[in-house]
């Protein structure tokens, strides 16, 4: 059938079994929103605040369904305000697909009005980018953006399409998509060179990644732990993936992790890396980095191995096709008195907070007690984000959302938004600083708009709170633009916004606050005022070893 580029547009999108698409409208793409208009029963658009937040949504709605999420924007400044959300769905390897509009193709390159050669502009932050000139390529174009999306290690993928293109018309038929591929190099001999070291290990440790997520291989990390007898930390981006109530999950690595995984891992003679990527705030100092260990690094991206630290087996494939064979090959072991040894880090060092007061760490065992673990968290970027991280209890995979390689202040809110939409089902809580809050705080309007009953807690301490922890530790107390103790009312800004709006300042307020937000199936604010100078602990200097871990009572004895 003949269709113009902008029906073919839609129809790919019904193809790809996309239900909600994030974004604003402008002159170049206005073809392309005419032909939603006339399938708003099949597609359904979210109009955010700004087209960031619209970015973010579509990353949140992916990170939360494992689907692919996608954003559409005109050309020009809308194009340009979709950087930030690719670059942080780029760096957390998260699928998703931006759709742009640019000038008429006569008109590109000489700069017309809201002419940006936005392809080129996000070409280092996206796996491929594409410019659609011809409508006769339109539809393989899109489809090839939507499979390059979703396989291998997943990423965003760009498509600009000239206005003409959207208007000019072709034969269109329907292609329904294969199932992503995830294949990777590895061979039989790559499996039982990593077994066999397993078998030799004394004291082996296991460090989940965010490619565990993206693999969906929770069930085969947990069996797998289960048979290797071995303790388990996480990333920011693995959470989840094991039961954060399991005795043998030590918390987070790196630097704000948990002594147990930190002195734990600097100990262990066996590291498996599973779908992780040695990031510098997990490693610290790398050439310190588990240097009693053998390291075994299981990842579907080959150029991740040997990229940070040098590794003595690598298996380069799906993580849980792979677990698979292993959870086969490998018999049961026994590492008794390891576990006992970390069992005892465990107990000898737990997560503390000055319990005197109303704290973001209090806050967060209070919303993991009333959600009873089952909420998905949404974060911005931060102390709140940290201690997010380290005190709800994460049992399920992809229910913890955060801004882990690019770290995006005002990345919360819109994640919250496109979580909710992808997962209705779910209790969807974004948590936020002031400051990150200030960043994106419009996108309440959209929630408002659509009465998306998503839950915003402002963890409100005045100040940039993790600038100025490191301004206190690190730079001898000369707060440079760090505290934000002026006139803004965040509860009135909510209410000015269309929702409802909770102050707290006990600890004894809390739970019933975060029942309200629940119960009320509206978009709420929680405002929570916290003392300026709570710090994240455990915490490890930039550059350190992580064994040099140290927390407040640290602090205190060093004083």
Request: charged share 25%.
């Amino acid at each position: 059938m003949q269709l113009t580029g902008a029906e073919i547009v839609v129809e790919c999108l019904k193809e790809q079994g996309v239900d909600t698409v994030f974004g604003y409208p402008g002159g170049t793409i206005l073809n392309v929103y005419d032909a939603l208009y006339k399938h708003s029963d099949e597609i359904n658009h979210i109009l955010t605040s700004h087209e960031q937040g619209a970015a973010h949504a579509a990353d949140g709605y992916a990170r939360a369904t494992g689907k692919v999420g996608v954003c559409l924007a005109t050309s020009g400044p809308g194009a340009t305000n979709l950087v930030t959300g690719i670059a942080t769905a780029y760096m957390d390897s998260i699928p998703m697909v931006a759709i742009t509009c640019n000038v008429n193709l006569p008109l590109l390159g000489k700069d017309s009005f809201q002419e940006v050669d936005i392809a080129g502009v996000t070409m280092p932050i996206t796996k491929h980018g594409y410019i659609v000139k011809d409508v006769n390529i339109l539809a393989d174009t899109l489809r090839k953006a939507f499979a390059i999306a979703r396989s291998g290690r997943p990423g965003p993928v760009l498509v600009d399409i000239t206005k003409d293109v959207t208007a000019n018309t072709c034969e269109y038929e329907r292609i329904y998509p294969e199932a992503a591929v995830r294949v990777g190099k590895y061979t039989q001999e790559d499996i039982m060179k990593a077994v066999e070291l397993m078998k030799k290990a004394k004291k082996p440790f296991i460090y989940v990644g965010g490619g565990a997520v993206m693999s969906g291989a929770a069930a085969e990390v947990r069996k797998f732990a289960e048979i290797l007898d071995a303790p388990v930390c996480d990333t920011l981006m693995g959470k989840g993936v094991m039961d954060g109530h399991s005795d043998t999950y030590t918390g987070m690595i790196g630097m704000h992790g948990t002594k147990a995984s930190n002195f734990g891992v600097s100990e262990c003679d066996l590291l498996i890396a599973l779908g992780a990527r040695f990031s510098d705030r997990v490693v610290g100092n790398a050439s310190k980095f588990a240097k009693n260990a053998k390291v075994i690094h299981i990842d579907v991206d080959a150029a991740e191995i040997n990229k940070n630290i040098r590794t003595d087996v690598s298996v380069v494939g799906d993580l849980k096709e792979i677990l698979q064979k292993i959870i086969t090959d490998l018999p049961k072991q026994s590492h008794e008195e390891w576990i006992s040894h970390i069992l005892e880090l465990k107990e000898k060092y737990p997560l503390q907070y000055d319990e005197s007061a109303l704290s973001c760490p209090f806050v967060m065992e209070e919303i993991d007690r009333v959600t009873e673990g089952k909420a998905i968290i949404t974060t911005d970027v931060g102390q709140h984000q940290m201690w997010a991280a380290q005190y709800y209890k994460y049992s399920e995979p992809r229910t913890f959302l955060s801004s882990g390689g690019l770290g995006t202040m005002g990345y919360g809110l819109g994640a919250c938004i496109g979580a909710k939409m992808g997962r209705p089902d779910k209790v969807c809580i974004n948590i936020a600083g002031d400051g990150c809050f200030r960043m994106n705080m419009n996108e309440l309007a959209t929630a408002s708009r659509y009465q998306i009953p998503i839950v915003q807690v402002v963890i409100n301490n005045h100040v940039l709170g993790m600038v100025r922890q490191w301004q206190t530790l690190f730079y001898g107390k000369r707060y440079s633009q760090t505290v934000l103790n002026d006139y803004v009312d965040f509860c009135m800004v909510a209410k000015g916004l269309g929702c409802e709006a909770i102050r707290v300042t006990k600890k004894e307020e809390v739970a019933e606050a975060v029942k309200t937000a629940i119960e009320s199936k509206k978009p709420t604010l929680i405002e929570c005022v916290i003392p300026e100078d709570d710090k994240v602990f455990p915490m490890v200097p930039a550059g350190a070893p992580i064994s040099e871990a140290f927390d407040a009572k640290d602090l205190a004895d060093k004083e």
